[in-house]
């Protein structure tokens, strides 16, 4: 039987009045679960801020940019190869090189055509978001630079299309490789995400709140020219105690990662960063969401952090009745801790799944209960036990 290496994070975090994550009028989102009205923040939102991160715990070379300014930033590197390249010159290169690498058409938009009609044409660009590593823009680059004299001619060699495609299927950046790519008129070269992130809810009932709030005009001619205010409005928000769940199958993140992104290091290295670099990154990541006007910059009260054989598995059921506040000593962590502490063997036992490795990382009293769970460990220790213990299976499986 084939072993599974399945990564599952759960954390418990509290945050005060904020508004994380709006829908189209501005309202925090929320979800019904349980009967009652939950907060929510969404997945895609967390995930945003999780790829964030990233940039501040890996090199540049191993992340990829999202953008339907694709040709544009290809057009730079290629310049960076090739000075002698005009920009004009460098863009056309670059719409052929990503047409033939992902079958996505890359020309001017029509808005900003029309907007300068008497002005030069403005960079060519994909109709949808492109994700592309840093690594395959650089070989898209090398590749264009190539068939500089005729790229039409150049990319319509069968040899080097398929150079092209290849490029852009090989070498995935981290963020590739854990979230995913989609592209939709080029489906063999799309990425399956080995993350999932779930949309963080409330472990108890929430209302939206709205703040109304006045602005006053700093300068005025007289004390009596105008006694109301500059400027009036309304913003609404709410506070919960929110349960984040992410699970990263690291099999297909290894697929996905390749055989490694430099020569001079074992093949577990990259696996190993890049689930160091989100079990870090999910923890700590706050999406920011009128961050500037609640200041809600919290982290987490608890986190459980397993890695199994099996299919990975929510706790959220836990709190399916959801909590209620203790009306002696207020709050919800505690009662949302207890549960959780309850739930995870339990469930874990009936379904023979209890052999997985377990680390909790806690804070504060109210958590306490956790502790049973597993390794009681800090951050730095958490990333470094985790990152050991899949470079570790990864190694034996190979």
């Known amino acids: 039987m084939t072993t599974r290496t399945i990564l599952e994070l759960h954390a418990l975090q509290t945050v005060p ?39 501040d715990l890996l090199d540049p070379s191993e992340l990829g940019v999202r953008t339907k300014r694709v040709a544009e930033l290809l057009a730079g590197r290629i310049r960076g190869l090739d000075d002698s390249i005009e920009e004009a010159e460098a863009w056309a290169l670059a719409a052929e090189t990503i047409q033939a690498a992902t079958g996505s058409k890359i020309e001017p938009p029509k808005r900003k055509a029309s907007a300068k009609a008497d002005g030069p044409d403005p960079a060519p660009e994909s109709k949808y978001l492109m994700f592309l590593s840093a690594r395959q823009l650089d070989g898209l680059a090398e590749l264009a630079v190539k068939g500089r004299d005729d790229i039409k001619a150049f990319l319509k060699d069968k040899d080097n299309k398929a150079e092209a495609k290849q490029i852009a299927n090989s070498r995935h950046s981290v963020d590739i490789a854990l979230f995913g790519r989609m592209v939709a008129d080029g489906a063999d070269i799309n990425v399956d995400a080995a993350a999932q992130v779930a949309h963080a809810i409330s472990v108890h009932q929430v209302e939206n709140e709205s703040d109304y709030y006045t602005a006053v005009d700093d300068h005025k001619e007289r004390e009596d020219d105008d006694l109301g205010a500059g400027m009036i409005g309304t913003v609404e928000f709410n506070s919960a105690t929110l349960y984040r769940y992410a699970a990263v199958d690291v099999d297909l993140l290894s697929r996905n990662l390749g055989k490694g992104q430099r020569e001079d290091e074992p093949l577990t290295e990259p696996v190993r960063r890049a689930v160091e670099a989100f079990v870090q990154g999910f923890i700590t990541s706050l999406p920011t969401g009128k961050l500037n006007t609640f200041g809600n910059h919290t982290l987490p009260d608890a986190v459980v952090v397993k890695i199994r054989s099996t299919r990975p598995i929510s706790f959220v059921g836990a709190f399916e009745e959801p909590c209620r506040a203790d009306q002696a000593a207020g709050g919800h962590v505690r009662e949302a801790s207890e549960r959780l502490a309850r739930y995870v063997p339990e469930i874990e036992r009936a379904y023979g799944a209890d052999n997985a490795k377990t680390w909790v990382l806690r804070v504060g009293p109210n958590t306490t209960v956790l502790a049973e769970l597993g390794d009681e460990v800090s951050l730095p220790d958490l990333v470094e036990a985790v990152g050991a213990e899949v470079a570790g299976r990864q190694s034996d499986a190979s």
């Open 17 to 55: 009045p904020s508004n994380l994550n709006r829908d189209d009028t501005g309202t925090p989102k929320t979800a019904v679960y349980g009967g009652v009205r939950r907060a929510r923040v969404s997945s895609q939102s967390w995930k945003r801020a999780t790829r964030r991160t990233f940039h």
